[in-house]
């Protein structure tokens, strides 16, 4: 499956973006998907996941309560909806993919869409 990451830009502290990551390739609804970032010189980090269905989701603790993962699997679509922005959430943020919630690592990766909060 390929994955198109979009949406990153440049915004200000409290301020609110959502990212797009567009599917195809294979059928987007048999799989898992997620969010990671990596900030510069800092290991990649899990942000949020979303099960096959839409079912259940699961956040890093640093995006709890301020980033909502979401899918539309008419559209072959996951989102991350980023709300409260804060100058570390300063990253590269991937989707990624994975038939059987395995982040360790998933099966495919997006190429990244940069985010950058202004203090």
């Known amino acids: 499956v390929q994955l198109q990451a979009s949406g990153g830009g440049l915004v200000q502290a409290g301020g609110s973006l959502r990212l797009s990551c567009l599917a195809s390739?294979?059928?987007?609804?048999?799989?898992?998907m997620a969010w990671f970032r990596q900030a510069p010189e800092k290991e990649r980090e899990f942000v949020a996941a979303?099960?096959?269905?839409?079912?259940?989701?699961y956040y890093g603790d640093s995006v709890k309560g301020r980033f909502t993962i979401s899918r539309d699997n008419a559209k072959n679509t996951v989102y991350l909806q980023m709300n409260s922005l804060k100058f570390e959430d300063t990253a590269v943020y991937y989707c990624?993919?994975?038939?059987?919630?395995?982040?360790?690592?998933?099966?495919?990766w997006g190429q990244g869409t940069l985010v950058t909060v202004s203090s």
């Open positions: 390739g294979r059928t987007f609804s048999i799989y898992d």
């Open positions: 979303i099960t096959w269905s839409g079912g259940s989701t």
């Open positions: 990624a993919a994975d038939p059987s919630w395995n982040w360790c690592p998933p099966d495919y």
